[in-house]
Structures are given as C-alpha cells and as structure tokens.
C-alpha cells in the first residue's frame, strides 16, 4: 500500500513540447504555447492559475522553439517571486518530444509525490486547482484523478465513460467501456507517482533512454483496475487545435 505524503503540497507540469501541426503556419515561427488568446500566450493560463491556488513548483516540458517558451516562462516568473520554474526540454536532451507519459516519466525526478499535470494549449479560464480536491485524491487508493468536459464537435465519442459513485457526491469511476455516459479528457489531472513506475510501466523515472509515451493506454490500464476517477467540469473550455478554434475564440473580447 501507499504511503501518501503528509499535506495536500504538490507541484505541477505543464505540457508544452507539442509540435502544433493543425496550427500551421501559425506554429511554423511560434510554439503552440505562446499563441495569444484574448492578449495573452496560451500557457499563462494554466501558470496563473497553479499559482494562484497555492502551486508554486512548475515544470515545463518543450520540445519545438523550446528557446521561446523557455523565454518567455523565466519572464513570467521573474514577475512572480514565488513561483519555482524548472524546465525539462525533451528535444534538446533527445531531439524530438516525448509524448505525455513519456515527458512525465522524464520530469518525474522534478516533481512531488502527487501532482497536477495540464496541457498548455487548453483554454479553461475558470478552472481552479483546488486544494480541497488534491486532499480528497491523496486520501485515496486512487492512481489519477481526471477533468472531464462535454465532448466538442471535434470529439463526439468522448475518451472515457463515467459512472457517478454515490458514496463520493461529484466523483465518478473511469471506466473503459463504450456505452453509457462518456465524456472528454480535459488534459487536467491529478497522478500519485505509483503510476508511473512498475507494474504500470517498465520505463524507469527519468526516462534516461528518450521512450515516447501515450497516456492514454496507461490511464485505462490503471482503470481497468479500478484506480482512476473523474470529475466533471462544465466551465469554459476549449482544447485550441486549430487555427479556426482560436480564431473563434479571439472574437470574444477579453473578459474583465
């Protein structure tokens, strides 16, 4: 069994090596990450709002124009003393990105015992990493705990079907099978570190050797075995694939 760690302290990765192909031209010069929506880069948002729920350490995975992200990060946080950037830049250490389980596994040695993993191309403004739900996870026997949104036009089918628990009001069991309510990953997540050493995986912490990864088949391994839950999100939400999704997005002025 587990030892969970004493508080509800977790850091957080931020995903942001995504090459951005559907966004050509507009990622040809500039990463995905710093696309503006609504005058501001893309990956502020997930960086506001961990350091605006208490998670200060952030790391940041890169991989394409990694030197513009990485720019552009460190001046974020110059402006915010309290927050602790480190980076873990996949195409300078293997020359191409690492896909998700694969960054994570790499950025692993930087992060806590539980974290928060986000992507930094999805816009949800509204989206708060709260404390309460970090305690909750962590006195769980839980592996991850999932965001998930109503599915968009672009994915009808959704990624996972949902089962809501009754002992656990707002909390549902991840399950793989088709039928039933089924609903989109939004990127946002909570890990405890077991998932991603063995059984579930037989790449080591670190990823020394450059292994590309997907999450999604170690998410349904580990819900297949009852360990991953979900909460569902219905706040603004838009996973910013493609040159027309930002543009729609940018049609609407700032919010105050």
């Known amino acids: 069994m587990h030892t969970p760690p004493p508080t509800a302290y977790v850091s957080a990765m931020v995903l942001a090596a995504g090459r951005g192909l559907r966004m050509r031209p507009l990622t040809d010069h500039t990463p995905k990450p710093l696309l503006q929506v609504r005058g501001q880069a893309l990956i502020n948002g997930p960086l506001n709002g961990l350091l605006d729920s208490g998670v200060a350490d952030l790391v940041v995975n890169t991989e394409w124009l990694s030197e513009h992200i990485e720019r552009h990060c460190l001046q974020w946080a110059q402006a915010r003393p309290a ?3 480190r980076f873990s ?5 293997f020359g191409y990105a690492l896909e998700t389980a694969g960054g994570i596994l790499r950025a692993l040695p930087q992060l806590s015992p539980v974290f928060w993993v986000t992507a930094a191309d999805v816009y949800m403004p509204d989206f708060v990493f709260d404390t309460a739900a970090v305690q909750h996870f962590i006195a769980s026997e839980r592996l991850a705990h999932l965001w998930l949104v109503p599915n968009p036009e672009h994915n009808p ?16 069991r991840v399950r793989n099978h088709t039928d039933g309510l089924r609903y989109t990953f939004s990127t946002v997540g909570l890990y405890r570190r077991e998932l991603f050493e063995a059984p579930w995986t037989d790449t080591i912490a670190g990823n020394p050797q450059g292994t590309a990864l997907a999450l999604g088949p170690l998410l349904r391994q580990a819900a297949e075995a009852g360990r991953v839950s979900a909460s569902l999100y219905t706040g ?3 996973d910013v694939g493609t040159p027309e999704r930002l543009a729609a997005l940018n049609q609407t002025e700032a919010q105050p």
């Open 83 to 85: 927050a602790r950037l």
């Open 89 to 93: 830049h996949e195409g300078r250490d």
């Open 157 to 172: 089918l959704g990624d996972f079907a949902w089962q809501a628990m009754d002992n656990e009001p707002g909390i549902g």
């Open 236 to 238: 603004t939400w838009t």
